[in-house]
């Protein structure tokens, strides 16, 4: 699963990297530490265009009648997309790409969860798949919110968690977030493991609480480690 991620580069160079042409909102900021309800960037298309706006992690499905529901679904496997009444109608309209620039797992061991910070080994960003929808409460406020796809793990990372998310290539991201232009049937094609390289090493407990946010949550309490899939 992702259940923690960051995104510690600023808006000018995310815009540049990915090429958007319209960004939706203000209040951005870079964060070593983004938890589940919280707002981060994310990517939409709109006609021929990439846009970017902040949206809340953990999808509220427009039926629900409480956004409490979202911090329960903060993921969507890949694997059960279109069987699934929650996500089935998004996967044709609302495919999105949540912009990060790494993320953490837990590992599990018999003295506890050591977290591991999983990132490009060259400081790109990892654009991740995922589907959005609009909320309405029940006083007329609208909530934009988004869910993370997961999928199996990469060889290099299978030891330390049993999903990952999808991490989709610069062309990927088009087929997925162009969603007149591409049927779920070719977008879905790219829900696989990431293929390139990830730099991944332990870090600190300190990250496990939300409120801490600080370069200190992606500090390594050891020397990184690289491998060459190819």
Not at 131 to 145: D, H, K, N, Q
Not at 179 to 208: H, Q, R, W
Request: charged residues 20%; glycine residues 4%.
């Amino acid at each position: 699963m992702c259940g923690r991620k960051t995104l510690t580069r600023d808006l000018q160079s995310i815009i540049e990297e990915l090429a958007i042409d319209e960004y939706l909102d203000d209040g951005f900021e870079p964060s070593y530490n983004i938890a589940p309800t919280q707002f981060s960037p994310v990517l939409i298309g709109k006609d021929d265009s990439r846009v970017l706006k902040r949206m809340k992690w953990g999808l509220i499905p427009s039926w629900s009648k409480d956004e409490a529901i979202g911090s329960k679904m903060i993921n969507a496997r890949s694997e059960s997309l279109l069987e699934k009444p929650s996500f089935q109608n998004l996967v044709h309209q609302h495919r999105c790409v949540v912009i990060t620039d790494g993320y953490f797992e837990w590992k599990k061991g018999n003295e506890g969860s050591q977290p591991f910070y999983i990132s490009h080994p060259k400081k790109k960003l990892l654009p991740m798949a995922g589907l959005w929808t609009t909320w309405e409460s029940s006083s007329s406020r609208m909530i934009s919110s988004y869910t993370v796809i997961t999928t199996i793990p990469q060889k290099a990372i299978a030891h330390i968690h049993n999903r990952m998310p999808v991490i989709l290539n610069p062309i990927a991201i088009d087929e997925w977030i162009q969603c007149e232009k591409n049927t779920p049937d070719i977008a879905m094609a790219n829900l696989v493991p990431y293929p390139g390289n990830l730099s991944f090493y332990p870090v600190s407990t300190f990250m496990n609480s939300p409120k801490n946010n600080s370069k200190e949550c992606i500090r390594s309490t050891q020397d990184s480690k690289t491998l060459d899939l190819f």
